[in-house]
């Protein structure tokens, strides 16, 4: 079974909180909110509550097993962009742009993730039929002679260019 939960216009960049969500990517929700909990970063809390939201969600949907849910996906795409003015020196002034993101949680269960794993090791059973490598021709006799004959006169014809 599968859970999500959203959280739109989160007024820090998708570049600062991607950092957060690629840490908690993979683990288990109960390992991932540890995590979160010693993480000094400023998007570990909304992070850690979103895993939480998802959690929930997963416990109205009838999900059994809440021990076992790992966080499958988390996206973190950009959100609207606040454009400021900031005042300076003889009139002027430079932009600001005060960046938002929407995060995105998915739970699953062991379960789906086992059965997705096995799914593929079987396919990777499956022998594909093996091709004989062609083998490599030897040059005969006349074709090596020309060949050293071709690059003496190259060699030759290169000293005699630099003497000049």
Same mark, same amino acid.
């Given at each position: 079974?599968?859970?999500?939960?959203? @959280?739109?216009?989160?007024?820090?960049?998708?570049?600062?909180?991607?950092?957060?969500?690629?840490?908690?990517?993979?683990? *288990?929700?109960?390992?991932?909110?540890?995590?979160?909990?010693?993480?000094?970063?400023?998007?570990? @809390?909304?992070?850690?509550?979103?895993?939480?939201?998802?959690?929930?969600?997963?416990?109205?949907?009838?999900?059994? %097993?809440?021990?076992?849910?790992?966080? $499958?996906?988390?996206?973190?795409? $950009?959100?609207?962009? @606040?454009?400021?003015?900031?005042?300076?020196?003889?009139?002027?002034?430079?932009?600001?742009? $005060?960046?938002?993101?929407?995060? *995105?949680?998915?739970?699953?269960?062991?379960? %789906?993730?086992?059965?997705?794993?096995?799914?593929?090791? %079987?396919?990777?059973?499956?022998?594909?039929?093996?091709?004989?490598?062609?083998?490599?021709? %030897? @040059?005969?006799?006349? +074709?090596?002679?020309?060949?050293? +004959?071709?690059?003496?006169?190259?060699?030759?014809?290169?000293?005699? $260019?630099?003497?000049?």
């Amino acid at each position: 079974m599968k859970s999500t939960a959203t @959280l739109t216009n989160y007024r820090q960049s998708p570049r600062k909180v991607r950092v957060v969500g690629e840490l908690v990517k993979g683990k *288990t929700v109960s390992n991932a909110l540890i995590s979160l909990d010693l993480l000094p970063k400023r998007a570990s @809390l909304p992070i850690r509550k979103l895993i939480l939201s998802a959690l929930a969600n997963a416990k109205g949907q009838g999900e059994s %097993e809440l021990e076992g849910l790992i966080v $499958k996906n988390i996206t973190i795409d $950009k959100g609207v962009v @606040l454009h400021r003015w900031l005042p300076k020196a003889r009139g002027r002034a430079t932009p600001l742009r $005060k960046k938002c993101s929407h995060v *995105t949680v998915t739970l699953v269960s062991r379960d %789906e993730i086992g059965k997705k794993n096995k799914k593929v090791s %079987e396919a990777k059973h499956v022998v594909a039929e093996k091709k004989p490598r062609p083998q490599k021709e %030897e @040059l005969s006799e006349e +074709k090596k002679t020309v060949a050293k +004959k071709t690059t003496t006169k190259k060699a030759s014809t290169a000293k005699s $260019k630099s003497t000049k």
